[in-house]
């Protein structure tokens, strides 16, 4: 009984399908330009928060240690901000590497600190980053408080106002994307409702006879996970032939990074392709069932 | 007793009071003509034997099963102990007459063994053997009823309802049919059938049920009273 069922729903829908070929045609390019668009957002938005990523994960804080710690207590300092949650390297700078760091920065030829100072004025610090960025002011007042630490430093203000600004990128790309696939769902309800329309008579004969909702349901079900998945797959060849050509041709837009792993990339695309057959299903689900209400 | 309808009226939005007070029984194996002008209720009565509207007040009953409560679920299982023609055939187009009776039987689950033997009986019952792989626009319209009644009959119904069958057909061709009709009830099955063709009830010696504006004016067993 159900075999023979399932044999019946596939011969129905690729009949239709055959039968319906404008119809066919319509939502494969309507899914096709909805999952393009999709994708294409989705790909700015992964850009943007690896970018995000990169920008947060560059933020440390730098804890200058007191001229009058000595060595041992150097070492015990080093113990005391391992002990505090979140913290996830830490790494020691003397003051001679600071001073050399300080003269790479102002290029060679122009000064001669070591001449000019004399005596090393800066401080030996610790770089300390954290597992979680968004930890960073709250770890920073916990090394400030430990004794033999003069100072903190981790770009107080900015660090503050980066956050705020990716937190606003993601949200803005979650609303974006979500929007997108609404429309997407609208817009391929629309289409497979003209098919639907087409039909209507066969659905309220089935249903006079006596077809259950999932009988009459069954084979436009079938119709548009294969519309979806064909109208996806077309997508991601354009999306992926597009993105691979931009990856070859410049490695790097501006000063960003692009995200070009197939590891990746691979998942965004099959996610693409179930999203497109999960909106085609969706699309024809919600323009069935007014015409099931006989 | 087969249908019962208690008390039932159907008032639409519009105010529109197109059954009112209405209550009635048929027995199994009846043959009952339900006769009126257009807009007396016909369509409406059928409309809720098959519950495709549910009534605003009263209790319809079909084989003592109340038919008004009646779960979203069990609707399918009361559409199949039932059969419908319609006036204007309602034919799949793209199907042949073997494909459009067999339709029938797929819908409801039966299998190609049951199928491959069904269909041929019926369509040699409803007189179309030759036809079989014709489509509909290669039928005449008296052919196309018979696909019709064939589709309807071909589950086994009890209850063959009937809207206008011979609406859209000649007089002779409407004999053909009505003789069809009688035939399959002879084999037991209740009709109840919509028509307002007085000349083929006239000869009918059957049950006739007179509305008119949504009300029942006579009920007779003959049908002598009233013609």
């Given at each position: 009984m159900i075999m023979r069922n399932i044999i019946h729903f596939f011969r129905e829908a690729f009949s239709s399908l055959r039968r319906n070929k404008l119809l066919t045609l319509a939502t494969i390019t309507t899914v096709s330009i909805c999952i393009m668009i999709l994708g294409a957002a989705v790909l700015i938005t992964m850009n943007a928060s690896q970018f995000m990523d990169k920008l947060e994960s560059d933020v440390e804080i730098v804890a200058y240690i007191d001229k009058t710690v000595t060595g041992s207590e150097i070492a015990d300092i080093k113990e005391e901000i391992q002990k505090i949650d979140g913290v996830r390297d830490i790494k020691f700078v003397s003051c001679e590497a600071a001073?050399?760091?300080?003269?790479?920065?102002?290029?060679?030829?122009?000064?001669?600190?070591?001449?000019?100072?004399e005596k090393n004025p800066l401080p030996d610090s610790y770089q300390v980053s954290t597992t979680n960025p968004h930890d960073v002011?709250?770890?920073?007042?916990?090394?400030?408080?430990?004794?033999?630490?003069?100072?903190v430093n981790y770009g107080q203000g900015f660090v503050e106002r980066?956050?705020?600004?990716?937190?606003?990128?993601?949200?803005?790309?979650?609303?974006?994307?979500?929007?997108?696939?609404?429309?997407?769902?609208?817009?391929?309800a629309t289409t497979i409702r003209l098919a639907i329309f087409a039909r209507r008579k066969e659905i309220y004969l089935m249903k006079l006879i006596g077809a259950t909702d999932w009988f009459v349901r069954w084979p436009f079900f079938i119709e548009g996970v294969i519309l979806g998945s064909i109208g996806s797959l077309i997508a991601i060849a354009f999306i992926a032939g597009g993105y691979q050509s931009l990856i070859n041709n410049i490695s790097s837009l501006f000063f960003l990074p692009l995200v070009t792993g197939q590891e990746a990339l691979l998942p965004i695309y099959i996610t693409l392709l179930v999203v497109g057959a999960v909106l085609g299903v969706l699309g024809t689900l919600i323009s069935l069932n007014r015409f099931l209400d006989v | 007793m087969l249908v019962q309808f208690y008390n039932v009226s159907k008032i639409y939005p519009n105010d529109l009071k197109a059954l009112?007070?209405?209550?009635?029984?048929?027995?199994?194996?009846?043959?009952?003509?339900?006769?009126?002008?257009?807009?007396?209720?016909?369509?409406?009565?059928i409309k809720m034997l098959i519950k495709e509207e549910k009534p605003t007040r009263g209790q319809i009953f079909i084989a003592s099963r109340s038919i008004v409560r009646m779960k979203r679920s069990e609707i399918p299982g009361l559409r199949r102990s039932m059969g419908?023609?319609?006036?204007?055939?309602k034919l799949l187009e793209n199907k042949t007459v073997s494909e459009n009776i067999a339709f029938a039987m797929v819908v409801v689950g039966a299998n190609s063994r049951e199928i491959k033997t069904r269909v041929p009986e019926v369509i040699k019952m409803v007189g179309l053997k030759?036809?079989?792989?014709?489509?509909?626009?290669?039928?005449?319209?008296g052919e196309q009823q018979r696909v019709g009644i064939a589709r309807a009959i071909v589950n086994q119904p009890l209850l063959l309802i009937a809207d206008e069958p011979t609406g859209n057909l000649?007089?002779?061709?409407?004999?053909?049919?009505?003789?069809?009709?009688?035939?399959?009830n002879r084999k037991g099955t209740t009709v109840i059938m919509a028509t307002h063709a007085r000349e083929l009830v006239k000869t009918a010696n059957k049950r006739i049920i007179m509305l008119e504006k949504g009300r029942i004016i006579a009920d007779d067993s003959t049908g002598e009273l009233i013609l």
């Open positions: 001073l050399k760091d300080l003269q790479k920065g102002l290029g060679k030829d122009k000064y001669n600190l070591e001449e000019t100072l002011p709250d770890i920073a007042v916990k090394v400030e408080e430990i004794k033999g630490i003069s100072k980066l956050f705020e600004v990716t937190k606003w990128v993601r949200i803005a790309s979650i609303i974006i994307i979500a929007l997108l696939s609404f429309g997407a769902i609208f817009l391929i | 009112d007070d209405v209550s009635l029984k048929i027995d199994r194996g009846e043959f009952l003509f339900l006769m009126g002008a257009s807009g007396a209720g016909k369509s409406t009565l419908v023609v319609f006036q204007d055939f030759g036809k079989e792989k014709s489509l509909p626009g290669e039928l005449s319209g000649d007089i002779d061709t409407s004999n053909e049919i009505m003789e069809l009709l009688y035939n399959i």
